[in-house]
C-alpha cells in the first residue's frame, strides 16, 4: 500500500484553470487554489499526458503557473501515454444514444485513460461528465473503481480526503455517484 502523498492524481485543466491567487474571494478559486495547495504540500504527484499538457498551455494564470512550475521543481509530475483503448472508448460511449453525451464524454475520455494507468483517481469540477462516466460505470466493469472528487464541492471533504492519504472510499467511486 502507498504512503500518504505517493499516490497519482489526474487533474483536469478546469480545476487548475479555476485556481485563483491569495486574493481570490471567489470560492471556485479559493477551493481549487488552497486543494492544489495541500496537492503540494502533502507530496502527491500529478500525472500529465500529452493532451493534459496541452490544455495546460493554454490556460495560464498566475497561481496556476507558480504552482505548474513548482510541481515540477519538486519532481512531482508524472509524464505519461497511456494507449489508445479503442475497446473502452467504444464501451462508454455506446452507454447513451445522446449525441451530446457522447460528445461531453469523448473530450474527457482522456482523464479515464491516465486514471487507470495510474491510481485510478481524478479530480476535476466537471459534473456533467462525472454524471456520464458514473452512468457508463454501472455497464463498463473496468471504470467502476475510479475516484473521482471534485475540489468545488466542500461537502465531500477534498482536503480531508487528502490529509488522510486520499484513501479509495467506496463513495468516492464512479459507480457510487448518484447519477439522478
Known amino acids: 500500500m502507498r504512503i500518504r502523498g505517493t499516490k497519482r492524481l489526474v487533474i483536469d485543466t ?13 470560492p471556485r478559486a479559493v477551493n481549487c487554489r488552497d486543494f492544489l ?34 510541481m515540477y521543481v519538486r519532481r512531482r ?10 475497446a ?7 452507454t447513451t444514444n ?19 494507468e495510474t491510481d485510478k483517481i481524478i479530480i476535476s469540477l466537471d459534473q456533467t461528465v462525472r454524471i456520464l462516466f458514473a452512468n457508463a460505470s454501472h455497464h463498463v466493469g473496468e471504470i467502476r473503481i475510479i475516484i473521482w472528487v471534485n475540489p468545488e464541492r466542500t461537502e465531500e471533504q477534498p482536503i480531508a480526503w ?18 439522478q
Open 14 to 26: 478546469d480545476v487548475v484553470q479555476s485556481s485563483g491567487s491569495e486574493n481570490a474571494t471567489d
Open 37 to 70: 495547495k495541500a496537492v503540494r504540500f502533502h507530496n502527491y504527484r500529478v500525472v500529465v499526458t500529452r493532451e493534459i499538457n496541452a490544455e495546460w498551455k493554454r490556460h495560464k494564470s498566475g497561481f496556476a503557473h507558480e504552482w505548474k512550475v513548482s
Open 77 to 86: 509530475i508524472v509524464d505519461i501515454n497511456p494507449p489508445e483503448n479503442d
Open 98 to 116: 445522446d449525441p451530446d453525451e457522447v460528445e461531453v464524454m469523448e473530450k474527457d475520455f482522456h482523464l479515464l485513460q491516465a486514471a487507470l
Open 88 to 94: 473502452l472508448h467504444d464501451k462508454i460511449t455506446t
Open 162 to 179: 487528502l490529509q488522510n492519504g486520499a484513501p479509495p472510499e467506496a463513495h468516492r467511486q464512479l459507480s457510487a455517484y448518484p447519477t
